[in-house]
């Protein structure tokens, strides 16, 4: 039975990095994620002057409350959005000049909400270029902090970026949502606020959230596994009638990814989650079914990558903040499917695809330089032969790995209708 040793946490990783150079003291990040939005990150961090020790199962970080060490900084956030948008949210605590920018790709995606919100706050930030896009310069002087209201409805990120802000301001923060996507992530960073030593309130109809002054305590806090990039093994588990067990991801983990196999279980697959961890095995049957996304919208390209290979219909609702991710996915994913011959349909903020044909072999699929993208067809190409990728190596963003262990699970996965992929 297949045991995969899944990366850490990007989510958690960049959180759990905005927090340690944010706390008064030295923090210890034990398994990272090294991969390029990570270690975008860790550097954006030493830009700024924090002091960043790497060795290769943990992080030190020396945490500074009252900022970033340097007066003037130049930050380049790469195709990171936790970067892109958690990093100037740290700078505007500290006093200083400092700049951000980032890639064709990261410009293109969405700020506005955030720095919108961060100017209600008496931040002096200005964008350089596009209103709501990088780059951007922030002109810090400390946050007082107050109330404020913030639409969170295309990206959860904008939220967990001032929740991570309140205890680094005078007053502390209340902030008001007017709408809000991904939300299990809001509760990773709740819960991880938690850790090193801040308590998050909520009042009301749990739109409004309350966060106190008085800084972070430095702590030494393990990653856990990445649940997004978990559900690619445990999709190839679904589709080939093989097993994949992934420890580390059971019952306490924080990452709502992980409702991904509650999809998989829909559709015929046995799922069992234990405390140390959870397995999915194949049936031979994968059932079409109607699902709600908006809450694990990043495994959305899981879905439809193998939903090809189902008996009906798959259709995936509610999934519009996947347009401006690293690309428009939903569109995407629908022109991969195409490629290999299946029907799509879509929408503003959904995909049906509708099986029936058998899937094109030697298909090349576009990958818009989205590692979701790329491992989610991945998954497809276990049952299709000759998928190939105009970039595999954008896979990089998240797991630099991805395709020797992808290669070395479908060594062990049944072997009768799995034909494997192209990753050059």
């Known amino acids: 039975m297949p045991v995969v ?51 290769p199962d943990a992080w030190q970080i020396d945490g500074r409350p009252q900022g970033p060490a340097v007066a003037e900084a130049d930050v380049y956030c790469r195709d990171g959005a936790t970067t ?37 706050l008496g931040v002096d930030l200005r964008h350089e270029e596009a209103e709501g896009h990088h780059p951007l310069r922030i002109e810090a002087s400390g946050v007082e902090g107050g109330e404020v209201v913030l639409d969170a409805g295309q990206s959860s990120q904008y939220l967990t970026a001032l929740l991570l802000l309140g205890p680094l301001t005078r007053k502390g923060l209340r902030i008001r949502v007017t709408d809000l996507v991904s939300a299990p992530y809001v509760e990773i960073t709740i819960a991880m606020m938690r850790e090193f030593g801040v ?5 009301g109809d749990g739109r409004v959230y309350v966060v106190p002054p008085g800084g972070y305590r430095a702590t030494t806090y393990g990653i856990e596994p990445d649940a997004s990039t978990a559900s ?21 983990a924080l990452q709502g990814d ?54 009906g219909p798959v259709r995936i609702e509610d999934v519009g903040n996947t347009r401006v991710k690293e690309c428009d996915r939903l569109e995407a994913c629908a022109e991969g499917l195409r490629r290999l011959g299946t029907e799509v349909a879509t929408g503003p903020d959904w995909i049906e695809i509708r099986p029936g044909s058998t899937p094109a072999p030697d298909t090349e699929i576009k990958s818009y330089g989205d590692h ?45 209708g799995v034909s494997g992929w192209v990753s050059n």
């Open 258 to 311: 992980l409702g991904f196999v509650d999809v998989l279980r829909r559709m015929g697959a046995e799922v069992e989650t234990g405390a140390s961890g959870t397995r999915v095995r194949g049936t031979g049957e994968l059932r079409g079914l109607t699902v709600n996304m908006r809450d694990i919208s990043d495994t959305m390209p899981t879905l439809a990558a193998i939903a090809p290979f189902a008996s």
């Open 5 to 55: 040793d899944i990366p850490g946490s990007k989510s958690i990783t960049a959180r759990a990095l905005f927090l340690a150079a944010a706390a008064d003291g030295v923090t210890t990040l034990r398994r990272p994620l090294r991969s390029d939005d990570t270690e975008g990150f860790a550097e954006g961090l030493t830009r700024l002057g924090y002091r960043v020790g790497r060795t």
């Open 84 to 120: 892109a948008r958690f990093l100037p949210t740290l700078a505007a605590a500290g006093h200083g000049s400092f700049r951000f920018d980032a890639s064709p790709q990261m410009r293109r995606r969405p700020l506005l909400p955030l720095t919108r919100a961060l100017r209600d």
């Open 199 to 203: 308590e998050v309130l909520r009042e």
């Open 372 to 416: 979701r993208i790329v491992m989610s067809f991945a998954v497809t190409g276990l049952r299709v032969p000759g998928i190939s990728f105009d970039d595999p190596g954008c896979v990089r963003k998240t797991f630099p790995g991805f395709h020797e262990a992808f290669a070395a699970l479908r060594g062990q996965l049944p072997g009768e």
């Open 232 to 252: 690619y093994f445990f999709a190839a588990a679904a589709v080939t009638g093989g097993e994949v067990t992934v420890p580390g991801l059971g019952t306490g």
